[in-house]
């Protein structure tokens, strides 16, 4: 990855999303996204949001440095937790809501038994 759209390209590639919803994601056009992949030159303003809402490691999108295995910002767990918190309790989503207030309110034997089988479900330890 040579280049600095060359990178941007590969980080979206390695994101799974299109360039529409990137676009959507950093508030710019998806023609935007197209022109910065072909011909790079981007603008600070969307390399930081591009890095800062898609997790990417501004330091390897504007250099390379690292390698691939550098893409993406590390954050620690505690800073995770925060995030995905936040995301958990955009309004919209009724579902995550309701899951929510469930765990919360859930009994401390049966919340095991709930643990026990997402760990299952999501495959972690």
């Known amino acids: 990855m040579n280049t600095i759209n060359e990178r941007i390209e590969k980080a979206i590639n390695e994101i799974g ?3 529409t919803e990137v676009g959507n994601k950093v508030n710019v056009t ?16 969307f390399i930081d949001s591009f890095c800062s809402k898609l ?16 893409m993406f910002a ?19 989503n009724a ?3 309701n899951a929510i207030n469930a765990l919360a309110e859930t009994e401390p034997e049966k919340l ?4 026990d089988f997402m760990k299952k479900c999501l495959g972690i330890e």
């Open 17 to 19: 999303m299109t360039k």
């Open 30 to 45: 998806q023609q935007y996204i197209s022109k910065i992949v072909k011909r790079g030159n981007p603008s600070d303003m």
């Open 55 to 70: 997790g990417i490691n501004e330091v390897w999108l504007r250099t390379g440095e690292g390698g691939e295995e550098n």
């Open 74 to 92: 590390k954050i620690s767990s505690e800073d995770r937790y925060s995030l995905n918190l936040g995301k958990l309790t955009m309004p919209e």
């Open 95 to 97: 579902f995550i809501q």
């Open 112 to 115: 095991k038994i709930v643990e």
